[in-house]
């Protein structure tokens, strides 16, 4: 079983930074893909950043310019840099892992609050 451990959320003022970490119990090498999704309340979970096993990265239009996804493989650690965040980044932020056999994991989540 893999468990993945996101760490980073918080309260932030509208234009400020934070930086997620999505730690695995496994090497990301063994993932075909990771990601950060997020929900708001009332709204359905939606992809954020994700990144694939061969390192191309692929981002909401949303987030576009201001949220960096990278990895590093030593610490089987995913981040996620959110800077110029604004109100509508208030989520809850989910990490997720998939095996090439479509196996998924997700993380427990961590808050996101921006304040205007």
């Known amino acids: 079983q893999v468990q993945l451990v996101e760490s980073g959320g918080g309260l932030v003022q509208a234009g400020g930074s934070l930086r997620l970490s999505c730690t695995a119990s496994?090497?990301?090498?063994?993932?075909?893909?990771m990601g950060w999704y997020r929900q708001a309340p009332g709204k359905q979970r939606a992809l954020v950043a994700d990144?694939?096993?061969?390192?191309?990265?692929n981002y909401a239009d949303s987030v576009k310019g201001r949220f960096t996804i990278s990895r590093d493989v030593a610490k089987n650690t995913m981040y996620l840099q959110m800077n110029s965040l604004k109100p509508d980044d208030t989520a809850v932020y989910y990490c997720k892992a998939k095996l090439v056999i479509d196996i998924e994991y997700w993380g427990q989540g961590t808050p996101v609050t921006v304040s205007s």
């Open positions: 990144i694939s096993y061969g390192g191309n990265t």
């Open positions: 496994r090497n990301i090498f063994s993932f075909d893909t």
